[in-house]
């Protein structure tokens, strides 16, 4: 393997990653909309579980695809 193949792998890589985490952060937006909109709920503690639950599914989504 040459060094522009190896870049362009990381590359493509490092693109797919950056695309996994703007969608996250769009649904983590949404998550927080629909909680704090919809539900009209002030709870940090719910917020904050909310957050954690959608972290771990990030997580798993990483390394499934």
């Not at 983590?28 to 704090?36: A, E, G, P, R, S």
């Amino acid at each position: 393997m040459n060094k522009d193949s190896l870049a362009q792998i990381f590359q493509s890589l490092t693109i797919h990653l950056y695309l996994k985490l703007i969608v996250f952060v769009l649904i983590l937006y949404v998550f927080d909309w629909i909680i704090t909109e919809v539900c009209k709920t002030s709870s940090k503690k719910l917020r904050t579980l909310g957050i954690e639950i959608l972290g771990l599914l990030f997580i798993i989504y990483i390394m499934l695809y």
